[in-house]
């Protein structure tokens, strides 16, 4: 297998994906409508700037390309913003994931993996969450994402030849560690970029959603997991479906959390900067806690994270932001 078609890689996560897949010899091919990601995110073979809504586009690109197989990571995804607009969440996240697997069965490809989200489970009763936990999101982008799975898992139970992994992430975090890439979000909310650019001046302060949760600080807590490891968990299941592993999905985090307090007091370490921070009200959308239970992913595609450490998480990403800042005061 060599070819493989992926969504939304001019994205964060899928841009760090497309490069791990071209570093280790796959040709790969970027459908992205540039919504959010951008051109020169897209370091490893070429982009068709298109949307998925656009399902004539979509099936000439898929059919001339023939992939062995498709990642999907293109997807609307702030928790807060999707309690506002869940229709724009609903027509992204599913509607169009619909789009693609017609697409993808019409022309006959049958490796799939998606980008799924630890938001499917809601507040879970138990923690480290499993796989098998209920799934009962409490905002649209969880449940958007829900929808597709079970897309998935439907068609894989009809259609034998058609085998899927989907990956839910927790909190993923960094960038590239040698800083080719990194998140460029227009109008980040993610807490370790929202701290990051305050460090930097370019927002006034950082603001911390909810100070009353039943935790031991009192604010949320979520596990972070680099983008490389959570790349490599993509190139993983590749390897997986490859040798004909069946259908799957798998928690991607660490399976320990920092609270929103303990990322600030890194930040500030890491960035030498005292910024200012304020305690403001709950966001709509968060759950407490959520913390990943990650024996499947360990022993079913011997995942071996290499950067499970938050200082490290956060240096990257600092040495990102510092690039970008640059970069945008040079054009
Ligand atoms: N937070 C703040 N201040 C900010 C930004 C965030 O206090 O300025 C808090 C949030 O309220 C939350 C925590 O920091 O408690 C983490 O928030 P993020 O926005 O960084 O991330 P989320 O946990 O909301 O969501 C992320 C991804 C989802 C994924 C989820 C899984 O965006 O795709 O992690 O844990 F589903």
């Known amino acids: ?21 071209g570093e280790a010899g796959y040709e790969v091919l970027t459908y992205d409508n540039l919504s959010t990601g951008h051109r020169e995110a897209v370091l490893s073979g070429d ?26 990571f293109a997807a609307s995804i702030e928790v807060g913003e999707s309690v506002h607009k869940p229709l724009k969440y609903y027509r992204n996240n599913s509607a169009n994931a619909l789009n693609l697997l017609e697409v993808v069965r019409e022309v006959g490809i049958d490796k799939y993996i998606f980008s799924s989200t630890a938001a499917v489970y ?28 079970r897309f998935l898992a439907d068609l894989a139970a009809a259609d034998r030849d ?34 990051l650019k305050t460090a930097l ?23 972070y997991i680099h983008i490389a490891d959570l790349a490599q968990a993509h190139l993983d299941a590749l390897g997986y479906l490859e040798k004909g592993g069946g259908s799957q999905i798998f928690n991607c985090g660490y399976g320990h959390g920092y609270s929103v307090r303990a990322v600030i007091d890194t930040a500030r370490q890491v960035t030498g ?47 990102w932001e510092k690039r970008l800042a640059a970069r945008r005061a040079s054009s």
């Not at 298109?50 to 023939?66: C, E, I, N, P, Q």
């Not at 809601?122 to 098998?132: C, I, K, S």
């Not at 839910?168 to 929202?194: M, S």
């Open 1 to 21: 297998m060599n070819k493989v078609f992926v969504t939304g890689g001019a994205g964060y996560v899928g841009s760090h994906v497309v490069l791990a897949l």
């Open 47 to 72: 982009l068709v700037v298109g949307d998925l809504s656009d399902r004539d586009l979509l099936y000439k690109t898929v059919a001339d390309f023939r992939p062995d197989a498709v990642m999907h």
């Open 122 to 149: 809601g507040n879970p009763q138990t923690l480290p969450v499993t796989e098998d936990a209920p799934l009962l999101p409490i905002n649209p982008y969880g449940a958007s994402k829900m929808i597709s799975e």
């Open 162 to 195: 058609f085998e899927y992994v989907a990956l839910r992430y927790f909190n993923v975090a960094g960038a590239d560690p040698e800083i080719r890439l990194g998140q460029d979000y227009a109008n980040p909310t993610h807490l370790i970029t929202r701290a």
């Open 201 to 223: 001046g370019i927002f006034p302060k950082l603001q911390v959603f909810g100070t009353d949760y039943p935790t031991p600080d009192g604010t949320c807590i979520r596990d």
């Open 273 to 319: 900067v005292d910024f200012p921070v304020e305690d403001a009200a709950r966001r709509e959308g968060d759950p407490a806690e959520l913390v990943a239970g990650n024996a499947p992913i360990r022993a079913q595609l011997a995942w071996q994270p290499r950067h499970d450490d938050l200082e490290f998480i956060i240096r990257t990403a600092w040495e």
